[in-house]
């Protein structure tokens, strides 16, 4: 059976970073990279850890869209799920965790409640409720009269960053962005991002859809969309860029660098999420912070109320927070 000590040791970390990331002592001060890293190595070696302390207040599920190997590679989902687990191990709650590619084995748990972590369907909507009554979304919502809700206000988030563009006299703007579509596959997922900043750009008369590129929000399509704009745009490129989330942001930035394009005196970059190597990159990434620990916690509470008996849907929206660095003005 593996102990802490293996965990350490492959990690590059000591036994007691890794004792206190696995009992979420969030007065420990590591990056978001080391976490990832020592869950990814406590699952690699199968660890479990032992219990504290008994667990006496119930056990919920929490139901991420994502496979395990595709959490491990997006911070932003892993992020709420730890906020999640945080504050179910604060309150002495029992936590089943499943994956899009274990989804199945749900079904069988004895549970009071369930997190839905990410995008769910319809179809996937109407098998959660045959599984618990006591559901709450986190990203989505999927039906805020029926079902309680934990989102972003991506919408706000997004006129944030027009309006800074704006203020700075910023009259070309483009955006980079990604979709998603379903686990089931069944439609793809509308963006807020995107369709706000059409909206409001239009609503300005400063609207060009054609400096608009749609991807993945991923590093390598971020990287490759920027490659395509500066072909197309030549020197007509936009002075600025919104991208739809950090890691396409950082692709952008490597793109625009390889061309010799500086940033932020030819173009700036905005991006989404503030994950922790934002402020690392070169230079700095300008972002809009998303507290994705404090929607995992807010979920928690609001099951708990909803198992309590509470009966009318409620939906919360998490405020964001426009963070400046180097790679705008």
Known sequence: MAT???????????????????NYDTTLSVSDETK??????????????????????????????????????DLYYMSIRL???????????????????????????????????????????RELQGIT?????????????????????????????????????????????GREVFMDKTSTIEDPRELTFKRYLFDKGLLHESFMYIGAFSVHDGHALMKKAIQEQGENLPTAFFAGNDSIAIGALRALLEEGIPVPDRVNIIGVNDISISKY?????????????LMGETAVDTLLERIEGRKTAKKIMIATKLMIRNSSF
Do not use: M
């Open 36 to 73: 990832k890293k020592i869950f990814e190595v406590a699952e690699e070696l199968s660890y479990k850890k032992k219990s504290a302390r008994k667990q006496e207040n119930g056990k919920i599920a929490v139901l991420q869209w994502y496979t395990e190997k595709e959490e491990l590679e």
């Open 281 to 293: 990159v070169y230079p700095a990434l300008s972002t809009v912070k998303v507290y994705t620990e």
């Open 133 to 177: 009554k006591n559901i709450i979304f986190v990203d989505t919502s999927p039906d805020e009269d029926r079902f309680d809700s934990v989102v972003n206000d991506f919408e706000r988030a997004t006129q944030k960053v027009l309006d800074h563009f704006i203020e700075k006299g910023h009259t070309t703007i483009g955006y980079i962005g």
């Open 4 to 22: 802490i000590k293996d965990i350490a040791k492959k990690a590059g970390v000591s036994i007691a970073t890794v004792s206190r990331v696995l």
């Open 83 to 125: 906020g999640v687990e945080n504050r179910c191990q604060h309150l002495g709650i029992l936590v089943s965790r499943y994956f899009q590619d274990n989804y199945e084995e749900l079904k069988e748990d004895d549970i009071q409640g369930l997190v839905a972590i990410g995008k769910f369907s319809s179809r996937q909507v």
